[in-house]
């Protein structure tokens, strides 16, 4: 559970509403279901206008990441290419053919068996950036549908608390009851503005950085799968390899020579 995403949305939507009750008013007065489905309809429907359908699936697959959040798994992938690295170092890099089997990840399952078959370094980099930056242009066509949502909402709030004013105008000749008709048109636009805010650009900026963290992952696994290939020592492999982890420790291994 990402207690960061919990806590931000729940401090955010806690302080709004407490401020309306400090004001004086009730939580009832933004609870407007009508609202809600002039906001949220017209902006996924403008979503999927501008995305094809795939696309905005995945996006919306993608939400639970920002709540919940796979365990880390960099240390794991670091010390299997400091094992496949020191196998490689004693047997050569054809005894790795036997462990493909057992490797989960297939970018680094892919690389492997490139490197057995015996493809140059320099090959072996340009086929595997090539996987890394196709990847890359699909994953962040996910983002961008939540920033789309985030731009889409506002405006269509707006189109909400239009509709509501029009409804309002229409019976002018109860005057008691235009000023709470007001009101209540205009809870589609805090519907709208709120959405954007709280929602969905802070969710297109953490899904940023989770892609990000995926491609760092897989920038790590292709510089270690090139290391065993050029023969480099796995201690060398070892502190190459922990730059990419963000965090100045090391990943110990028997048989590191």
Known sequence: MDKSSFAGLALAVIGILAGLLIEGGNIGQVLQPTAAMIVFGGTIGAVMLQFPLQTVLSAFRQLFTVFWMKPDTGDALLKQILVFANKARRSGIVSLDQDLATVSDPFLKQALMLAVDGTEPTELRKIMELEIDN???????????????????????????????????????????????????????????????????????????????????????????????????????????????????????????
């Open 135 to 257: 990847n890359c242009e699909l994953e962040e066509r996910i983002p961008a549908v939540f920033e789309s949502a985030g731009g889409f909402s506002p405006t269509i709030g707006i189109i909400g608390a239009v509709m509501g004013l029009i409804q309002v105008m229409q019976h002018l000749d109860k005057m008691d009851e235009v000023g709470k008709g007001i009101a209540v048109a205009f809870v589609a636009t805090i519907y709208g503005v709120g959405a954007a805010n709280i929602l969905f650009l802070p969710v297109a900026g953490k899904l940023k950085i989770r892609m990000r963290e995926h491609q760092m992952r897989r920038e790590m696994l292709l510089e270690g799968v090139i290391s065993i290939l050029e023969g480099m020592n796995p201690r060398m492999i070892e502190i190459k390899l922990n730059s990419f982890l963000g965090e100045t420790k090391s990943v110990p291994v028997k048989g590191n020579a």
